[in-house]
């Protein structure tokens, strides 16, 4: 079993930045791909970013292109999502997300095997 953690949300007024951390704690599975996905008041959970065991190998949804990071500390066992410029829409519960199949940047709830509770971020002024 993994255990996934994250924190980091809050509160931050449109333009402003955050960020998420996501701590995995080491159990019998090996980890390789890493998300974050977010699901918004009535709304389906989506695809925000992932990164992958593979250096520099990382995907993004277009809506958070140019705006979102994700970065990964593998000694640590640890994923970031640093989120510049919010919008409202960006207002939602993020979760982290981990995947033991490797080689894979999957963009499917359905690809990770794993996940965290989530951290709720709201964008309002």
């Known amino acids: 079993q993994v255990q996934l953690v994250e924190s980091g949300g809050g509160f931050v007024q449109p333009g402003g930045s955050l960020t998420l951390s996501c701590a995995a704690s080491r159990g019998t599975a090996r980890i390789y791909a890493m998300a974050w996905f977010r699901q918004a008041p009535g709304k389906e959970r989506e695809f925000v970013a992932a990164i992958n065991e593979v250096a520099g190998r990382v995907n993004y949804a277009d809506s958070v292109k140019g705006r979102f990071t994700i970065s990964r500390d593998t000694a640590k066992n640890t994923v970031y999502l640093q989120m510049n410029t919010l919008k409202f829409e960006d207002t939602g519960v993020y979760c982290c997300?981990?995947?033991?199949?490797?080689?894979?940047?999957?963009?499917?709830?359905?690809?990770?095997?794993?996940w965290g509770q989530g951290t709720h971020v709201t964008v309002s002024s």
């Open positions: 997300a981990a995947d033991v199949t490797p080689l894979r940047l999957g963009m499917r709830p359905a690809e990770y095997a794993y």
